[in-house]
Antibody
């Protein structure tokens, strides 16, 4: 059974750093890209970027490039999303999802349960 | 902000049929990229509902169907049930952004 299990909720102060995780199981982790999606309170889904765990090649949405870092460790089958300096506007639910195989038709077939990040002074 | 536009809300009585549109542009849907749909029940993670315009993953009821007539993809729910109350999102690829994009989302209410 394919599963993506994310790390627990975080409460941080502005300016602090943070790394959240997404552990994949039940499939060959290195064979599928992992994507990250933001959902701000009461708002819609926003695509942030994705990573190929086989070589850690990443693609970012222009809206998030330079603000977050996506990484992965294929040995531990875990993907990460990190911030070096959080802002209050980073308060949101963050989801990881597995990206379907293929180049042309790209969709997100399995999702993690979400990690709530709250940034408040 | 989203480059795919959906109606903010649709509603219907139990048993009725509702449709949700997803409007894009020449750099995404108009360029021929596939459209996929997700259902997000209240307080839960999104779930893949339709992929490749009109394909249902295993376990998704056939009450849900997708279509892409020309450049106007849509999601249809027939035989609406109370458990279908959720937010629905379309997703595609955008060549000008060189990345994936979601629709603005549609809240389905069962009257």
């Amino acid at each position: 059974e394919v599963q993506l299990v994310q790390s627990g909720a975080e409460v941080k102060k502005p300016g602090e750093s943070l790394r959240i995780s997404c552990k994949g199981s039940g499939y060959r982790f290195a064979s599928y890209w992992i994507t990250w999606v933001r959902q701000m309170p009461g708002k819609g889904l926003e695509w942030m970027g994705k990573i190929d765990p086989s070589d850690s090649y990443t693609k970012y949405s222009p809206s998030f490039q330079g603000h977050v870092t996506i990484s992965a460790d294929k040995s531990s089958t875990t993907a990460y999303l990190q911030w070096s300096s959080l802002k209050a506007s980073d308060t949101a639910m963050y989801y990881c999802a597995r990206v379907s195989p293929g180049v042309v038709m790209v969709y997100f077939d399995f999702w993690g349960q979400g990690t709530l990040v709250t940034v408040s002074s | 902000q989203s480059v795919l536009t959906q109606p903010p809300s649709v509603s219907g009585a139990p048993g009725q049929r509702v449709t949700i549109s997803c409007t894009g542009s020449s750099s995404n849907i108009g360029a021929g990229y596939d459209v996929h749909w997700y259902q997000q029940l209240p307080g839960t993670a999104p779930k893949l509902l339709i992929y490749g315009n009109n394909n249902r993953p295993s376990g998704v009821p056939d009450r849900f169907s997708g279509s892409k007539s020309g450049t106007s993809p849509s999601l249809a729910i027939t035989g609406l049930q109370a458990e279908d109350e959720a937010d629905y999102y379309c997703q595609s690829y955008d060549s000008s952004l060189n990345g994936d994009v979601f629709g603005t989302g549609t809240k389905v209410t069962v009257l």
